[in-house]
């Protein structure tokens, strides 16, 4: 079992900057893929970014690749998210998954546990 939880969201300025992170627990809660997903009012889950176990092999959506970076530190079992140039359309809630597999998954469904999320709210 992993449990996970966001934290780093809020309001920010088109332009701006903000990081998420995501902490992991759990029995072998650093040895799983993870992966950021965000789902906007009225719009499905969209994948956004995935990092391999060792943290070497990433993902993105190409709506945001270049803008966003996911990475992890291994020792805290903590996720990040790194998302620079904020859009009014990145607006959504943002969450963390982990799955027991070892491949970069962008699918939702093939992520076994996932945070509760966390609001990102960018104004024009």
């Known amino acids: 079992q992993v449990q996970l939880a966001e934290f780093g969201g809020g309001l920010v300025q088109s332009g701006d900057s903000l990081t998420l992170s995501c902490a992991a627990s759990?029995?072998?809660?650093?040895?799983?893929?993870m992966g950021w997903f965000r789902q906007a009012p009225g719009k499905e889950r969209d994948f956004v970014a995935t990092i391999n176990w060792s943290g070497y092999n990433t993902r993105y959506a190409e709506s945001v690749k270049g803008r966003f970076t996911i990475s992890r530190d291994t020792a805290k079992n903590t996720v990040y998210l790194q998302m620079n140039s904020l859009k009014p359309e990145d607006t959504a809630v943002y969450y963390c998954?982990?799955?027991?597999?070892?491949?970069?998954?962008?699918?939702?469904?093939?992520?076994?546990?996932w945070g509760q999320g966390t609001q990102v709210t960018v104004s024009s």
């Open positions: 759990g029995r072998s809660s650093s040895s799983v893929t």
């Open positions: 998954a982990a799955a027991r597999g070892l491949n970069m998954y962008t699918e939702g469904e093939a992520y076994d546990y």
